[in-house]
């Protein structure tokens, strides 16, 4: 419930900001495909696409897969492959070829989907964009096999951070994170040539600079020797004097040199000649693109912001209601590996102390300030344990498990505490945390400045017990 008011305001904010087109991906089919389409139907611009996505049982695809942009002068092929279902869809799989969704939901291979979407948009566009819900090693192998596809966007996959673009071949591969922190910028200076990069392009460039150096120099003999003939020659009605021995071999050497200078020049021409015959009118594109971090320098957007805070509303509310019907099993408490802060309080007391002035101690009020602590978004990281499966769990939790408590870095306690009473000696738990356990929460999305060693001083400083 809570994605299709996701989804819902994604549509509509797309819609405002007046996107071309939008490459389908997983996680837009979350609410479900007739979903999509319902929410789709009368949104246009931007054109939803995806060559890959098809209807079982009527064997047809349900979204365009390309459209031709007109910009300026150019056109802009745009295709889009899906690559991935949503885990739901993905459950009653036949077989890893054939996955079929609940909904009659299939995703033909991109091998077999691919050739022909070239085929047919290349010829028309200037330049050919793929937005692509592929893994890496797919992506990568499409650059290889597909030099018409000239820009490949990566969006979907669980890439945490944007990667800047790099190109393979004739492709530029770049990717986008999840979270819409920042903004990118790509400037593309592009031609009627329709490629990155040449090889016979950039040697010519090469030689031609090597000529210039040659050329330089060669010149500045020719001044030094000029030079030394002016020096023997005073002017007016004098005869020159005589040249000294030395002054006679500086000058024939110089001119030796000249001559060999002289020699390397013309063949550089000669090469530059060919080369110009091969690639002199060829121009090769080039890009420069900027990630900017969405903070308090970009102006907020009254509409967008309303847009949020609607959707956020809405998400909060239906969190609110799961909650409440969740509250209500009371078994579930009682079996939950978790016992929550106030189990351990007894027996460590200093460390309880502490940890209740810290920020992970008040990780939960954080999200109650902001409206948000219905928000499934947000909850796993905001509270103790992990309930991955079952997220309307984590928002139902009772008080003593709210907030970043000491069995999210030590473990669950349940056994622990349990140990002691029954043969006196308490089950371990883990005394020291490991990074991966923090990288969890402290991903660079939300913690872009953690560092596990610093951080962990500061946490030895809080656990340690009082002599
Ligand atoms: C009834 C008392 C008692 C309770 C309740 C209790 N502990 Fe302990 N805990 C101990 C004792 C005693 C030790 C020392 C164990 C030992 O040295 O054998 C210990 C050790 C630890 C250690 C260090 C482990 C190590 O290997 O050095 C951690 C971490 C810990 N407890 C966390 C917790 C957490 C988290 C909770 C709450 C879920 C908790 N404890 C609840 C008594 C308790
Ligand atoms: C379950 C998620 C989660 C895990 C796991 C986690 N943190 Fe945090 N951490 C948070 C959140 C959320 C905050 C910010 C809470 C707030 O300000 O409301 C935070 C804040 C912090 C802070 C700032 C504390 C302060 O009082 O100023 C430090 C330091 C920190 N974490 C270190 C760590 C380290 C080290 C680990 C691993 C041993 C770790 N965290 C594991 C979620 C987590
Ligand atoms: C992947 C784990 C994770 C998720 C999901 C997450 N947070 Fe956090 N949050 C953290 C961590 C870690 C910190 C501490 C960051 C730091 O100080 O480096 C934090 C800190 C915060 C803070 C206090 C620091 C600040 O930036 O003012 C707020 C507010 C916050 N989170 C709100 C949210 C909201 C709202 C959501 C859902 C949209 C959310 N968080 C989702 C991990 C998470
Ligand atoms: C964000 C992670 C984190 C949280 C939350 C946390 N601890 Fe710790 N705890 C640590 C670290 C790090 C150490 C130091 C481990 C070491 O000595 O190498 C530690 C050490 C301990 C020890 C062993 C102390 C000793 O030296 O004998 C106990 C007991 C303990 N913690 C209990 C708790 C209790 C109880 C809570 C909750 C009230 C809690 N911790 C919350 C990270 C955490």
Request: negative net charge; aromatic residues 6%; hydrophobic residues 35%.
């Amino acid at each position: 419930m809570q994605d299709q008011a996701v989804a819902r305001g994604l549509v509509a904010a797309y819609h405002a900001m007046e996107f071309d087109a939008v490459g389908i991906n997983a996680l837009d089919l979350a609410a479900g495909l007739d979903f999509l389409l319902e929410i789709t139907a009368d949104r246009q611009p931007p054109v939803w696409l995806s060559a890959d996505l098809i209807h079982q049982e009527l064997d047809e695809a349900p979204f365009p897969s390309g459209i031709i942009l007109d910009k300026g002068d150019s056109k802009i092929g745009v295709i889009a492959l899906t690559g991935s279902l949503p885990p739901a869809m993905m459950e009653d799989e036949v077989g890893p070829s054939a996955p079929t969704g609940t909904s009659g939901l299939a995703l033909l291979p991109w091998r077999q989907v691919l050739p022909e979407l070239v085929a047919r948009f290349s010829p028309e566009s200037d330049l050919l964009v793929l937005l692509s819900g592929l893994e890496a090693a797919d992506n990568e192998a499409i650059a290889a096999e597909f030099p018409e596809v000239h820009l490949i966007i990566v969006a979907g996959r669980n890439t945490e951070a944007n990667l800047h673009p790099r190109r393979h071949n004739n492709t530029v591969i770049t990717a986008v994170g999840r979270q819409g922190k920042r903004v990118g910028l790509m400037e593309i200076t592009w031609t009627r040539d329709r490629i990155w990069f040449d090889q016979e392009l950039a040697q010519l460039e090469e030689k031609r600079q090597e000529l210039d150096r040659l050329n330089w120099q060669w010149r500045s003999l020719q001044r030094s020797l000029q030079w030394v003939e002016e020096e023997r020659s005073p002017g007016g009605s004098e005869p020159p004097a005589a040249e000294t021995e030395s002054q006679k071999i500086y000058r024939q050497r110089m001119a030796a040199y000249q001559d060999e200078l002289q020699q390397e020049i013309e063949a550089l021409q000669k090469a530059v000649a060919e080369l110009e015959q091969v690639a002199g009118r060829r121009q090769a594109g080039s890009f420069n693109n900027l990630f900017f971090n969405l903070d308090h320098n970009f102006p907020e957007d009254a509409e967008m912001l309303q847009m949020v805070a609607t959707i956020n509303q809405e998400i909060n509310e239906i969190g609110r209601g799961q909650a409440a019907v969740r509250r209500q099993n009371q078994e579930e408490r009682e079996t939950s590996p978790y016992l929550g802060w106030t189990a351990c309080a007894q027996c460590h007391q200093p460390q309880t102390a502490n940890w209740q002035q810290s920020r992970h101690a008040q990780a939960y009020e954080t999200l109650e300030q902001r409206q948000r602590q219905y928000d499934p978004a947000c909850i796993s990281c905001h509270v103790t344990g992990t309930y991955e499966d079952d997220e309307s769990l984590a928002l139902s939790l009772p008080a003593p498990l709210r907030g970043v408590g000491c069995e999210v870095c030590h473990g669950p306690g349940r056994q622990h505490v349990a140990g002691r009473d029954q043969a006196g000696a308490a089950t371990a738990l883990t005394r020291r945390p490991p990074a991966e356990t923090c990288r969890r929460c402290h991903t660079v999305d939300q913690s872009p400045d953690f560092n596990y060693l610093e951080a962990m001083n500061y946490l030895e400083e809080l656990c340690r017990p009082t002599p």
